[in-house]
């Protein structure tokens, strides 16, 4: 069967995002993005990174005869402090030809590699599992690196205790602004130092995230202390077709870490998730946090580096 590329245009989007989770309903094996990533990615990551206009156009879309989506090829576009370009092969099945797969690595060579001081390089992300495109991987000379892109789990049923410490409450981001968000993303993952944001960078961030399709601010929780200061904070997405809430981001600044609230607050996102009508929560990691929870990591992506040029 011929499958045809197609330029990425407004509306897929929305089409990539319900390929997302209609690959996940059909072939859970099949492991490609959830829709927190795709959401957050786009939203969140590209404005911090600066390609949120670029990126659409590196997007690659291949359709069989009845217009309908098989596969895509994406990056992240992260761009900043960062040596490789990451690709992302998102399947519609698990039957396609080498020549096929081929194509989509040759469009991931092209279109999302960068280059820096050290030359051109491309990273191609890859389930343990999927020996086909390993071998095709090798037979181009990429290399296997050491770290893996995780996939943890955890079967719900029933909502969890949220337990506080005294002089702290939970709130929603129809409360929160995005300026107290952004100053707590940013100290929890270091790249805020002071007391105060050094740039406005992550207040865009979140102002653009609510502009996401699965956005919503109910699920969208932060930790305020008695001062209003937010200590931690989570956000759950949720995925109505597979019933599956998906942890992001997750973060608690440096000096209220150790106190519980991040598992007090990722309890309460996952109340969300579960009265929403999840039954499986899903978190990018496999930190010692999430698996004291009691998540289970699910798999792992290998990722396959290649140098293209000096």
Not at 239 to 267: C, F, Q, S
Request: charged fraction near 30%.
């Amino acid at each position: 069967m011929a499958f045809t590329r197609k330029a990425y245009e407004d509306g897929d989007f929305v089409r990539i995002r319900d390929f997302l989770k209609y690959s996940l309903f059909k072939d859970p094996s099949l492991k490609n993005w959830l829709i927190d990533r795709w959401n957050f990615g786009r939203y969140f990551s590209q404005t911090m990174h600066g390609t949120f206009d670029t990126w659409p156009e590196t997007v690659g879309i291949w359709e069989d005869e009845n217009g309908e989506i098989v596969a895509v090829v994406n990056s992240e576009g992260e761009v900043i402090n960062t040596k490789a370009g990451n690709a992302f092969l998102q399947l519609g099945n698990s039957n396609f030809s080498d020549g096929f797969l081929s194509e989509l690595i040759d469009y991931a060579e092209r279109n999302l590699a960068l280059t820096t001081d050290e030359g051109t390089y491309i990273n191609v992300f890859a389930d343990e599992d999927a020996f086909q495109i390993q071998e095709l991987l090798k037979e181009r000379d990429y290399t296997l690196l050491e770290w893996k892109d995780p996939m943890s789990c955890l079967d719900v049923s029933d909502c969890f205790k949220v337990e506080l410490p005294e002089g702290f409450r939970i709130a929603d981001a129809n409360e929160v602004s995005d300026w107290h968000k952004g100053f707590a993303h940013g100290r929890a993952f270091g790249y805020y130092k002071n007391d105060r944001p050094d740039d406005d960078m992550a207040e865009l961030c979140y102002r653009a995230l609510r502009n996401a399709p699965d956005y919503h601010p109910e699920p969208d929780l932060s930790i305020i202390d008695m001062n209003g200061e937010i200590a931690s904070f989570a956000g759950v997405w949720y995925d109505d077709m597979n019933k599956i809430g998906i942890l992001e981001p997750v973060g608690t600044i440096p000096k209220y870490r150790r106190m519980g609230l991040a598992k007090a607050v990722v309890h309460a996102a996952i109340n969300k998730a579960v009265e929403m009508g999840a039954k499986r929560i899903y978190v990018g990691s496999d930190q010692q946090f999430y698996l004291s929870l009691g998540f289970k990591v699910m798999y792992y992506k290998q990722i396959w580096q290649k140098k293209l040029r000096d």
